[in-house]
Each structure stands twice: as structure tokens, then as C-alpha cells.
């Protein structure tokens, strides 16, 4: 995690494990707001990897089980990596900006799997970085989600997988009252504190 993030959080009374936010004081209470109301989550228990150059949309079309083609700066994927055997190697969020792919998936698996895809790299025009650590990611789920997204993003994204770019980030549409951020370290204490008066903080639990 970030250290100026990782600060950030512990100012807004964060319990922390091997950067995972695990509660905001009251874990039973963060859990039982989830089932009937609208929470925030930092989502630190995911890792992101970055997959750039120019023959980054064959190389990974040729890897993935999704169709990767599909994916643009208005729409993301969930796909998944495979062996030759077709043993499932991991799960992730797939999305594109500018030119670069990323891929959420969970962080214990982002250092194996960087290694993995790139051993097939060879002379294909693709690197593949970790930057985990560079990106914030928000999770803001329930009833209230959309409403309270609405006023810091326009547009909203309004379909399953529908992506919208904005200056403070990108804005993933997951599922029904369901969103996620992507954002910067300097720009997320902003969005936080803007989605708190809407949302409860919460840990990781109640996102998972």
C-alpha cells in the first residue's frame, strides 16, 4: 500500500494487516451496515498490474479466456489466466486507459502472475509493471451508491461493466449499486472524504 494512502486511512481510524484495511473500529457493525446501507471500502486486498506497449492487445488476447478486443476506455472484463492444461491461475478485473491495460486481481497473486505473463513476452513490444502502489481503489456499494457516485462523477457509468474516464479517475460500474474507483494517492483523501457523507467506511470483509 501507499505509504501516504496507508497514513491516511490510519488517521481515519483504519485497522490495518499487511496493508489490508480490516475495520474502522466496529467490524460487526461495518458488516451489519452493509446487509441494509451504503459503504465505502478502500480495496488494498486487491493488487493492480499494468500491461503496456503496443502489443499489448494480441499478446494478452492470446493469453486470456476473455475477448480481450472487447475491452475499451468504456468497458471492462472479468477474464481469467489459464494453463495449458486449463488449471485456472487466477481471476481479474480487466479495464483500459489510454493506451495501457490493467488488471485487478488479488494482491498475494501480483508478483506470480507478473512473473508468469512474462515469460511469454519474448520479443513481443509489452511490459508488464506492478503498480499496485501507485493507484488507489475505492469500493462504494449499496442502495445509495449511484446517487452519491452521481455527485462527484457525471457521467455515470450505467450498465454492468461500463467504464467512465474523468480527471479523478476512472469509474468502473461492477454490478447493481455496486462501483469502483480508480484513483491516485495525492487524489484520494479528496473522493474519501466527498463519498463519507453518504458512505460508511468499512473493511475489507464487508466488500469481499
Wanted: aromatic share 8%.
Amino acid at each position: 500500500m501507499n505509504q501516504i494512502w496507508q497514513e491516511f486511512l490510519q488517521q481515519q481510524a483504519a485497522s490495518l494487516h499487511d496493508g489490508v484495511v480490516q475495520h474502522f473500529g466496529d467490524a460487526p457493525g461495518e458488516l451489519s451496515t452493509a446487509k441494509t446501507c451504503t459503504v465505502m471500502c478502500d480495496l488494498s486486498q486487491f493488487g493492480i498490474l499494468r500491461v503496456s506497449g503496443e502489443d499489448a492487445p494480441t499478446f494478452l488476447q492470446s493469453l486470456f479466456s476473455s475477448d480481450v478486443r472487447e475491452v475499451t476506455a468504456r468497458h471492462a472484463q472479468p477474464g481469467s489466466f489459464n494453463s495449458a492444461k486449463g488449471r485456472m491461475l487466477a481471476t481479474f478485473l480487466l479495464w483500459k486507459t489510454g493506451d495501457d491495460y490493467f488488471l485487478q486481481l488479488p494482491r498475494s497473486l501480483c508478483e506470480a502472475i507478473r512473473k508468469k505473463l512474462s515469460m511469454y513476452v519474448l520479443r513481443a513490444k509489452v511490459k508488464i509493471a506492478d503498480v499496485s502502489d501507485e493507484l488507489v481503489c475505492l469500493g462504494l456499494a449499496g442502495s445509495e451508491a449511484e446517487p452519491l457516485i452521481e455527485e462527484c462523477f457525471a457521467p455515470v457509468p450505467r450498465d454492468v461493466m461500463d467504464v467512465a474516464q474523468h480527471n479523478s479517475g476512472t469509474l468502473i460500474h461492477l454490478a447493481a449499486n455496486r462501483f469502483q474507483v480508480v484513483t491516485t494517492p495525492p487524489q484520494a483523501p479528496a473522493l474519501w472524504h466527498r463519498l463519507n457523507d453518504g458512505a460508511r467506511p468499512a473493511g475489507s470483509h464487508c466488500w469481499d
